[in-house]
């Protein structure tokens, strides 16, 4: 399950030292353009979409369905506008069907995705959840982001914002108490903490790079090198161009 989980953000295997493993390097990733805007982007700015076999158009948000991709720039209202303007059919050259909740599909299939990723994160020793253990973590080591309960009360997140302002990190609401709780293997979750890969120690983020995609802000605080919190954040950048009707 790792594997499959953090495998778009393999990073290429060590190459001898030279011209060519230079330019090799170099490479970025493929870019696609999106049928409603006309622009081009990557695989981190876009949603795929995939044809099946009976001709209806479904969200392939970790791109491994076969067949030829449509892709959109990710957010809720490019969806929609692809939808009612017929441009799925007009991209596959076949009379397809696009569902109208098709942006719902995309944010409830990125959600499972996130969550999932945290749970991945928890099992790697990279996710604290509770209280007291994100404080606790806030103070030994570098803290990528902070998540909060969209139902927490107003202690909850006033805690919140104390955490952030100690730590930088931003503070991502997107999910529910139970929902966290579901993904983490506990009742509910309030407060959870996602830390650097190899407890990276306190003040790294002035040490990031530029972040790319729709995380941008939010990635901030990504080291380089840690291959499943970059890949968090960029699924819950690509995730807050659908919630709350964006």
């Known amino acids: 399950m790792t594997s499959d989980l953090i495998s778009e953000a393999a990073s290429p295997a060590p190459e001898e030292a030279g011209p ?6 170099k490479r970025r990733e493929p870019e696609r353009r999106c049928i409603v805007l006309g622009e081009t982007g ?10 099946s076999p009976d001709g209806v ?32 059919a007009r991209a ?8 109208t909740d098709l942006a719902d599909q995309v944010e409830a299939g990125l959600t499972r995705r996130v969550l999932a990723l945290l749970g991945l994160a928890r099992k790697a020793g990279q996710l604290m959840a509770g ?6 973590a806030a103070s030994k080591t570098h803290v990528v982001a902070l998540f909060l309960a969209s139902d927490a009360g107003s202690e909850g997140q006033r805690n919140a914002g104390a955490l952030a302002a100690r730590t930088n990190a931003p503070v991502i609401a997107g999910f529910s108490a139970e929902q966290l709780g579901l ?13 650097a890969n190899g407890a990276a120690p306190v003040g790294q983020a002035r040490q990031m790079s530029e972040p790319d995609g729709p995380a941008g802000e939010l990635a ?27």
């Open 220 to 246: 901030r605080n990504v080291p380089p090198g840690d291959r499943l919190s970059g890949l968090i954040m960029g699924e819950v950048g690509r995730l807050q161009g659908f919630q709350g009707g964006a």
């Open 57 to 88: 158009v479904v969200p392939d948000v970790e791109g491994k369905l076969p067949g030829r991709g449509i892709w959109v720039t990710a957010t809720r209202a490019a969806v929609e506008q692809a939808v009612a303007k017929g441009l799925f």
């Open 131 to 136: 209280l007291a253990k994100v404080e606790d």
């Open 20 to 25: 060519t493993s230079r330019r090799r390097s």
């Open 92 to 99: 596959a050259k076949a009379n397809v069907s696009a569902p």
């Open 183 to 195: 993904a983490l293997g506990r009742a509910n979750v309030v407060h959870a903490a996602l830390t």
């Open 42 to 51: 990557t695989p981190a700015t876009l949603v795929r979409f995939a044809v």
